[in-house]
């Protein structure tokens, strides 16, 4: 109840879950995630919003596909129903991650770091980032395949992931919800400025400069670009929440 009535985005249910649980979600207004085993897919209850898979290969995305396809004719949807939110925790994964995330049922794509730093024997030592170069893979191939990549890490704080490039966060614990919720949103002050930038900016363009003065920063195009990425980040938060507050009517078919 604590996921429930906190503010996620979804919440991901254990594959024991009854369709009372399924329900009771829906009627909290969050988008329903169930995470089954590729095999229990065709089990999935038509209340659920997708399939939460581990990946490594474009196999491994096929065989999810197979199955959510064979549910969704069971179920008698015209069109793919399902979304997949592959969830990479080896190193095959991680060099797979191109192919992993431009499949066109993904709008997220996962990393766990813990599980890829027992998947390569290592530990976090005297400051070194065992995940430094596949964070920043799985990251990149999932924005250029307009993905949101996600993550489930422990070892560091919401905010130097997403300073990392993570745009949401697999959290266990409800008390979290709150913070991270508020590290992935920019802060009033953040929007404020981002807007002082954008209109100097475009005054200094219909004066004829692409390069002015605020206070005392100078503002060029790649700050105005920046300024503009937190003012849509921001929109898109504020778009996110609104839907959170309406509960879903209706999953059926």
Request: hydrophobic fraction near 45%; include cysteine.
């Amino acid at each position: 109840m604590g996921s429930l009535t906190g503010g996620p985005d979804a919440v991901v249910l254990a594959d024991t879950v009854s369709q009372t649980d399924v329900d009771l979600a829906v009627e909290a207004g969050a988008d329903v995630l169930l995470h089954h085993t590729v095999g229990n897919a065709d089990r999935l209850p038509s209340g659920a919003a997708g399939l939460v898979v581990d990946a490594d290969t474009s196999r491994d995305m096929h065989d999810a596909i197979g199955r959510l396809a064979a549910t969704e004719a069971y179920l008698g949807a015209g069109h793919p129903f399902f979304e997949l939110l592959p969830v990479i925790s080896s190193p095959l994964g991680v060099w797979r991650a191109r192919e992993i995330a431009r499949f066109s049922r993904v709008r997220q794509v996962g990393f766990c770091e813990d599980a890829f730093i027992r998947a390569i024997g290592g530990a976090v030592d005297g400051g070194v980032d065992p995940c430094f170069y596949a964070r920043g893979r799985v990251v990149t191939e999932a924005l250029v395949a307009g993905a949101q990549p996600v993550c489930r890490a422990e070892r560091l704080s919401s905010s130097m992931l997403f300073n990392a490039g993570y745009r949401g966060f697999l959290i266990d614990d409800p008390v979290l919800i709150d913070l991270t919720n508020d590290v992935l949103t920019p802060s009033a002050e953040d929007v404020a400025y981002a807007e002082q930038v954008r209109d100097a900016f475009m005054e200094g363009v219909a004066g004829g400069t692409a390069a002015v003065r605020l206070g005392q920063r100078m503002i060029d195009v790649p700050v105005y670009k920046a300024a503009l990425g937190v003012l849509e980040w921001a929109d898109a938060c504020a778009a996110r929440e609104s839907t959170k507050r309406v509960p879903r009517q209706n999953h059926s078919m």
